[in-house]
Structures are given as C-alpha cells and as structure tokens.
C-alpha cells in the first residue's frame, strides 16, 4: 500500500513536469507547418498575378508552382525531422523517468512512516478475526499469534464505526482490564453502562475497574453501583467481596463486618483458605477498629443547640436565613464552627461540632469554652444588620457533648 502512494505521487510529479515539454512540442510543429504554408500561398498568388499580367508564360508558370510545391513538401518533412531531432520527447520521458525516482525517494525519505505500514499490515491480519470475535465466533489466529494491545487497537475501529454498541465497548474495557489499565477500562465500561444501563454484569464491571484504579478505594458511586448488583442479585459473591475489601479500605466498618461473616459463613462462595484467612484477619481488624471508633464518638466534642425562633418572625420572614455560630471567647472573632438554614426549614436543633469548621486549626475541640449564639439575617448575609435579629450569646464547655438553648428574640437596631 506504501508503494502504490510512492508510484502515485511519482507518477503525478512526472506528469506536472512533462505535460509543458510535450505541449512546446506540439506548438513548436504547429508554428513552424502554418509558416512554410503561408509562404507557399504568398508566392501562389504572386505568380497568379503574373501570369495575368503577362509578365510570364504558362510553362514557366507551371514548372515554378511545381517548384513551390516541391519545396513545400520538403520543408515539412524538414519540420518533422526537425522537431523529433530536438529531443523534446525523449528529455521529457527522462525528465519523467528523473522527477519518478525523485519522488518516490522524498516519499520514503520524509513522508513515508513505517507505524503506518505496520498498522496497515496489521489491520489486514487480525481485523478479520476481530470482526470473528465481535460476531460471537472463534478466531482463526491463534491468541499466541498477536498481543492483546494490537487486538484493542483493532477493536478501537470498530468502536469508531460502531459507538452504539455496547458490547464493543464491554469487550474493549475487558481488554484494559487484562492489560491492567482500569482507568481506561472505567472509561470503556462507563461507555457501555451508559447505553446499556441497569445490566448488573456492567454495573460489577465498572464497579471492579473504579475500585481498582483508585488502589482499592471505595467511592460512593462504585458503592451504590455494587448495592444495585446486589439488589439485582442477591448474594452475588464478586460484587459481596468488592463491596466488603472496598468498604474496608475506606473505614466504613459497619457495612464492611455483616459483609465478611456472610462471606465466610457461606460455603458455596468457593474462597480458599489464603483468601479466608485474609477476609477473616479484616473482619477481626474492623471489629476492633470499629469499636475504637464508637470510644472515640463518645469523647468528640458535640454541641446540641436548640433554636428558637418566634412564630411572628417565621410567618413575617419566610426568605430569611438564620445562622448558628460557635465562636471562642478569646481569640479569632471566625467562627469555629456554623450552621446555616432557610427559616421555612430551620428544625429545632442544631449540631455544631468540629465538621464545621471553616479552617482546620479553628475548631470547637480546640478551646475549653466558646460562645454559641444565632442571627436571623433578613438579607442571607451572616454579618448581623440592622432590621435583623440575634439571641443572647451562651457561654458553655467544649467537653463531650453539651446542650444550649438559643432565642432569636432581640432586634438589631
């Protein structure tokens, strides 16, 4: 294929370059015929005149028109052998012949790419098998014969043909997945989920590829994913053991214990004993890490605070928005620690606690005391104006948790 572009582009170059020669050709035999023509036709009419006029005879007329004719005659052949003698022609197939090679060799030289031909070599070899596998039926190649990285790349043509099939896709994230590329294969079962979407055996797919190009992590749309395949599938043990190692890795214990005692209680899941043994190390870890973390929840800082707010002010105000602040008695006038509600959704209590907090340094934990207080802001601004309304501000400890009771009773004159 390579060389019919190197013979093309030759031959074309050629052509450019003799087209103008054989054309000076043409015309040169052209100009040079009309001339001897039209002095032929000169003398012609200039003897015609003589002989009326009487300045010569009849046989003298005719012997000089024969002459003239002779001449004629002489002269083309002249020009025919003149123009041929020229060498016009033959400098031109030369030329041709010169310009060819020229052309071939800048192709090679410059334009020609050799990942060009192996791609073309390879499309030829492994496309039809490709197409084999795309229609459900075995390959002639053996797998040996070709690598996996020039089956997807075959493959990516016909996604480019096809971009509605989601087979291909599932086909070509599969691919990623044996190449250990699942970022790429996220991307390709995304694809595939996208137009084909509810099939739980994509749902697993996409899950296992996200899980594991984040290094095992679990995130929540890899979760909801995993819970839909369960759902569907009800003791599916590839999407059980991805969700229970994914909500490990992440510290959510909770889903992760009832997930391995089912898995190790269930023999029909075909673990082995190096895999239960591994499950059954996790499942005792996050127990313990578990119970380490409701010991610390008992002693995080939480401030239960309960807003109220007079029932004139909700019905005159429905637009405004109330703010509940921590701030510290000394220290930064920045609130430690805020909560924000529209008054039509304000509920009753609050919870401030150092999730809040608007800088990881400023928090509630950090200071033994601070000071709670609410603003009801006509204008969604948490500076208090004047029209607004504030509540007294209420001093109370940080440690463990502590309950307050705000009013937002008092007007910002």
Do not use: C
């Not at 055996?201 to 749309?221: C, F, I, P, R, T």
């Not at 979760?223 to 909500?247: F, I, N, T, Y």
Request: net charge negative.
């Amino acid at each position: 294929m390579p060389f019919m572009f190197m013979a093309l582009i030759a031959l074309l170059s050629g052509v450019l370059v003799s087209w103008p020669l054989w054309r000076q050709e043409h015309q040169d035999k052209v100009e040079a015929s009309g001339l001897s023509r039209r002095v032929y036709s000169e003398r012609l009419a200039e003897m015609n005149v003589d002989l009326a006029e009487g300045e010569i005879g009849q046989d003298e007329y005719d012997a000089i028109k024969l002459e003239l004719a002779r001449t004629l005659l002489t002269e083309q052949a002249e020009v025919q052998v003149r123009v041929v003698s020229v060498g016009h022609r033959a400098w031109a197939w030369w030329v041709l012949l010169a310009v060819m090679v020229l052309g071939g060799g800048l192709y090679a030289k410059w334009l020609f790419q050799p990942a060009l031909l192996h791609w073309w070599q390879l499309e030829a070899r492994l496309g039809p098998d490709v197409d084999r596998v795309i229609a459900g039926q075995q390959p002639k190649l053996p797998a040996e014969s070709y690598g996996l990285a020039d089956f997807v790349r075959v493959l990516q043509t016909r996604i480019e043909a096809h971009p509605d099939r989601f087979d291909l896709w599932e086909g070509l994230g599969m691919s990623y997945m044996q190449l250990s590329m699942p970022d790429m294969a996220a991307i390709a079962f995304d694809h595939a989920n996208r137009l084909h979407p509810g099939d739980a055996s994509l749902e697993l797919a996409l899950a296992h590829a996200k899980v594991y190009s984040e290094n095992g992590q679990l995130d929540v749309a890899s979760r909801d994913l995993l819970l839909d395949v369960l759902k569907q599938d009800p003791g599916q043990v590839g999407a059980e053991l991805l969700l229970a190692e994914g909500s490990y890795n992440v510290g959510d214990y909770a889903r992760a214990i009832p997930l391995y005692q089912a898995l190790l209680a269930d023999p029909s899941t075909g673990l082995d004993a190096a895999d239960k043994a591994v499950f059954e190390q996790h499942l005792q870890d996050a127990r313990a890490r578990a119970q380490a973390d409701a010991l610390n929840e008992s002693e995080v800082t939480r401030l239960d605070v309960r807003v109220q707010l007079p029932a004139a002010l909700r019905q005159k105000y429905p637009q405004a928005t109330v703010f509940v602040f921590a701030q510290a008695l000394q220290g930064p006038p920045m609130p430690l620690a805020v909560v924000r509600h529209a008054v039509t959704d304000m509920p009753e209590h609050v919870q401030l606690d150092d999730t809040q907090a608007m800088l990881p340094a400023l928090k509630v934990s950090a200071f033994p005391q601070v000071a709670v207080s609410a603003l009801l802001s006509l204008d969604g601004q948490a500076m208090p104006r004047a029209g607004d309304y504030v509540s007294a501000r209420v001093t109370t400890a940080t440690a463990g948790e502590q309950h307050v009771s705000l009013s937002i009773d008092q007007e910002v004159q």
